[in-house]
């Protein structure tokens, strides 16, 4: 490994070690060395545009992930790029560096020698050993309060994300990983734009993202807005909670999980359960103005159903606390 390739390796395990700083351009020598020259062995993943693999960097690791050929439009790689050095929040995924290398190779082209440019455009992140949501849905002993905290873990990640101007455009399960305590973060900027700040909307031709989690005004219409990323996340919600994207009764969807919960959640979860599923099937309206305001207005409505909860809980202590306390009995009181 080059000279350049070794300080940038430093500077990599630095940023594993220190949150605070920010991605770098890294050199490919140093992408390769990390992933024994993309071996097989080191694949993690891959896409129709790409393919991940771990890189060990003694104790630690990272998640590099390689653009194939077919993705090599200079602009929309600047714009993933662009939208990545935009974010830090602990529900996206932590980016640390990117890598645009071009090198001329010679080659027979049409019966003559010729130079060609061959490049290499790869992204590197931070590992999440956990992996994706959509495994972690077809786990029939998921449990509720993990779902819950994914849910609303979610749902905090695309309020940043609105905040600070960027649509992902492309939200579903294979785009949410998790870490090693389940907390969810939103990866994946492919398809994502930046909007201006003044900006609400834009129309674009060239419709792209995933069937069944697509809004039907950005598949109709090329719309684009804040509004889209939102019926995606509703889409996600009803995943969570059924297994599947059609519609199912509130009836059968309570009846599913309270016979997987404990006598003594019951009661709380099933309420959450019933206030995610209102939230899902707002998200999933066809007229975008009928969806939630935004993903503020969703993180507003669930803490004021927590707080309503932890109210109710303490309010059943006391009552209990009171009775156990009385040294006879009162009318009315048992």
């Keep these: 490994m080059n000279r350049r390739a070794c300080s940038a390796r430093s500077d990599l395990e630095h940023m594993l070690l220190d949150e605070t700083a920010k991605p770098k351009a890294l050199p490919l020598s140093l992408l390769e060395d990390i992933t024994g020259d993309f071996s097989d062995d ?19 690791a990272v998640a590099v992930k390689r ?3 077919a993705y090599m439009h200079e602009k929309q790689f600047h714009r993933e790029v662009e939208c990545l050095m935009r974010v830090k929040h602990k529900n996206i995924v932590r980016f640390l560096g990117y890598c645009a290398d071009t090198q001329g ?7 003559k020698l ?10 590197c992140f931070e590992y999440l050993p956990t992996g994706s949501l959509d495994k972690y849905i077809l786990d029939a002993h998921r449990e509720w309060g993990t779902c819950y905290g994914i849910i609303k873990g979610i749902c905090e990640g695309i309020q940043y994300l609105h905040e600070n101007n960027i649509i992902h455009l492309d939200l579903k ?8 305590k389940m907390i969810p973060k939103i990866t994946d ?9 003044n900006q609400s909307r834009h129309i674009t031709q060239n419709i ?11 598949l109709v219409g090329g719309i684009i807005a804040r509004s889209a990323d939102l019926y995606s996340f509703g889409v996600i919600i009803i995943v969570i909670l059924t297994g599947q994207k059609g519609y199912e009764a509130i009836e059968n969807v309570l009846e599913s999980w309270s016979d997987r919960l404990e006598k003594s959640q019951r009661r709380t979860f099933c309420k959450q359960i019933e206030v995610c599923y209102e ?21 507003v409505r669930l803490h004021e159903m927590e707080s309503i909860q932890v109210c109710s809980k303490f309010e059943s202590l006391c009552i209990c606390s009171f009775n156990s306390e009385l040294p006879f009995e009162l009318p009315g009181i048992p």
């Design 105 to 111: 190779n010679m080659g027979i082209y049409e019966g």
């Design 279 to 299: 939230i899902a099937f707002e998200c999933i309206e066809f007229n975008p103005k009928k969806r939630p305001a935004g993903a503020r207005d969703i993180i």
């Design 189 to 197: 900027f492919g398809m994502s734009r930046c909007f201006d700040e």
């Design 67 to 69: 653009l194939s050929q």
């Design 208 to 218: 792209a993202g995933t069937m069944g989690y697509l809004a039907p005004e950005l």
């Design 42 to 60: 080191q694949q993690i993943g891959s896409g129709g545009f790409a393919v991940v693999y771990k890189g060990i960097l003694g104790d630690r």
């Design 114 to 123: 010729v130079m060609a440019d061959v490049q290499q455009r790869l992204l």
């Design 173 to 180: 399960p294979a785009n949410i990983l998790l870490d090693n």
